[in-house]
């Protein structure tokens, strides 16, 4: 009994010793969802997730991988030092007009579990994204692809 007894102990010793950490404990994300809002089809529009390191290591996100071919990602490939930030940019090509919903995994080093970001918005035609007044466009929280900004730019000075 006493020998049963040990090898359980040291099974749960080498359990606990050996056992990865949860995402959970490192690493924070502002959102873990971004709603793009109403974005026009065929203008790629892009969403920054900010991501804290809240472990006592340097942060290093291994992949961050969109779930379809209509997504594309890119995040901070160096390690992020302890309370500092790093970002994932996930940016969706709105080629089909209706809502979306595209999902990232994201995997942290040293961690043995995956984290599920989210975009999500409408792509409206041409036509109806022209007849949307400026508030009702893309959400403030999400970043615009650079094709995006120059729009918004070109529309302002058309006003002025």
């Known amino acids: 009994m006493k020998q049963f007894l040990f090898s ?6 080498s359990v606990v010793a050996f056992a990865q950490k949860k995402s959970a404990d490192v690493a924070k994300f502002t959102s873990e969802t ?3 809002g109403k974005i026009q089809q065929g ?3 892009s969403a920054v997730f ?5 472990g006592s290591e340097p942060l290093i996100i291994e992949t961050a991988s969109p779930t379809c071919g209509c997504t594309i990602s ?3 490939k160096e390690p992020i030092a302890a309370g500092k930030q790093g970002t994932i940019k996930a940016t969706y090509n709105a080629a089909n007009i209706g809502h979306f919903e595209k999902h990232l995994t994201v995997k942290f080093a040293g961690t043995d579990d995956v984290r599920s970001i989210t975009i999500k ?4 035609s041409k036509d ?6 400026p508030s009702e466009t893309q959400k403030e929280e999400a970043a615009p692809s650079k094709d995006a900004k120059s729009n918004k730019t070109k529309a302002k000075s058309a006003k002025s």
């Open 8 to 13: 359980v102990l040291a099974l749960t010793f």
């Open 34 to 36: 971004i709603d793009l």
């Open 43 to 45: 203008n790629p529009t």
């Open 50 to 54: 900010s991501v804290t390191n809240i």
């Open 74 to 76: 890119d995040y901070t």
């Open 121 to 124: 918005g409408d792509v409206l």
């Open 128 to 133: 109806d994204y022209a007849k949307l007044k």
